[in-house]
């Protein structure tokens, strides 16, 4: 049974099924009660937990986001189940550190991860398309240093205990979450911060967007759904297996929101966005560049830190420090538009990417 499921998820049916129930339970996450277009953004659910634990006082977007801890906890299940559970750590994790903050700073300044700039698209946001477009001129230029021999170098096998600290912090916040519930109208409860406005305050019931989580964090590890590697794949080798789970994804997405009257077509007043084309487009090529020199995007790290990747955890917890940074300086977009730092910091970010890319080739050592 196991062999066959194993076998499933690597077919090209296995990837279009894996993408098409995540954008459909993604809608109905939505429809349950999560923001407009963000059924499920693993920068802005990463941005509301660093909120809820204090790291950032930004009001509005603060809660501990259960689809998180569910990815996490979906990835390791499967991992353990099939034996892919691999204890893995020690490829250059300061740069993958600061490649997750920037991650999440140039989505931060679109407003939303590669899956949200989908999720916002099936929407019918048109602002997404130059966040789409921006993501895949990030990802183009990290392929010209990936053929020129860019490479952060092979991890090494760990101790079990080390692949599991993130899955543990995911059991910690989960308990944090269920011992300080949220008390309605209350912006504090015992150790943990609540947004009573806001997108951090809208959510679905606690157990579906949990239970959605854990499905989809077990889909993902299972099929190696990743936005960014079904683009880099297609863009290097024209392979298509990844990039049609990432269009089953949209359109399924889309067809739930019609059916959900979730769709609206245009660029203004568009829920959670800004109409700031050239920064929607920058932040995104940040996004794309930096997840293309880290191997993967939001939310594949998620899922391989699920199954011991050591790495992968460290650029989770870039993109969560990311997410600090970013509201405490400034640097986070609004519907008015970008921040007051947002410009500088995209510029930093891309300059600091580039300079990974050219310095860290096998050339170089």
Request: with cysteine.
């Amino acid at each position: 049974m196991k062999e066959k499921l194993f076998g499933f998820f690597a077919t090209r049916l296995g990837i279009i099924t894996a993408g098409a129930t995540i954008g459909v339970l993604a809608s109905l996450l939505q429809k349950l009660g999560n923001p407009p277009n963000m059924g499920v953004c693993v920068a802005c659910f990463q941005r509301d937990i660093a909120g809820a634990i204090g790291l950032h006082r930004f009001e509005p977007a603060q809660y501990i986001r259960p689809e998180i801890i569910g990815f996490v906890l979906g990835s390791l299940l499967s991992a353990l189940l099939f034996k892919e559970f691999r204890p893995r750590a020690g490829s250059s994790p300061m740069t993958r550190f600061i490649l997750g903050m920037f991650t999440m700073i140039g989505a931060l300044i679109f407003l939303g991860c590669p899956w949200r700039a989908i999720l916002r698209t099936a929407g019918g946001d048109m602002n997404a398309l130059f966040g789409i477009g921006g993501f895949i001129a990030g990802i183009w230029i990290g392929t010209i240093f990936l053929k020129s021999g860019y490479n952060l170098g092979r991890s090494q096998p760990t101790f079990t205990s080390q692949g599991l600290i993130l899955p543990i912090i995911m059991v910690f916040l989960l308990i944090a979450n269920l011992l300080f519930p949220q008390v309605p109208g209350e912006s504090k409860s015992g150790i943990l911060f609540y947004s009573t406005k806001g997108p951090g305050s809208m959510h679905a019931p606690f157990a579906v967007s949990l239970s959605f989580g854990i499905l989809i964090g077990f889909l993902a590890q299972r099929s190696r759904f990743c936005v960014m590697g079904g683009i880099r794949d297609f863009l290097l080798f024209r392979q298509k297996h990844l990039l049609s789970g990432i269009l089953a994804f949209f359109l399924s997405a889309f067809l739930t929101n019609l059916a959900f009257d979730q769709f609206k077509l245009g660029f203004g007043k568009q829920p959670i966005a800004h109409t700031m084309q050239l920064w929607n487009f920058t932040g995104m090529v940040l996004v794309g560049l930096a997840s293309t020199l880290a191997g993967g995007c939001p939310g594949r790290q998620v899922f391989l830190a699920g199954e011991g990747d050591g790495d992968a955890a460290i650029f989770v917890l870039g993109m969560i420090v990311g997410a600090a940074i970013a509201h405490n300086f400034s640097l986070v977009s609004s519907p008015d538009g970008i921040g007051r730092y947002g410009a500088h910091a995209a510029l930093i970010g891309l300059i600091c990417c580039l300079l990974m890319g050219f310095t860290m080739r096998k050339k170089n050592l």
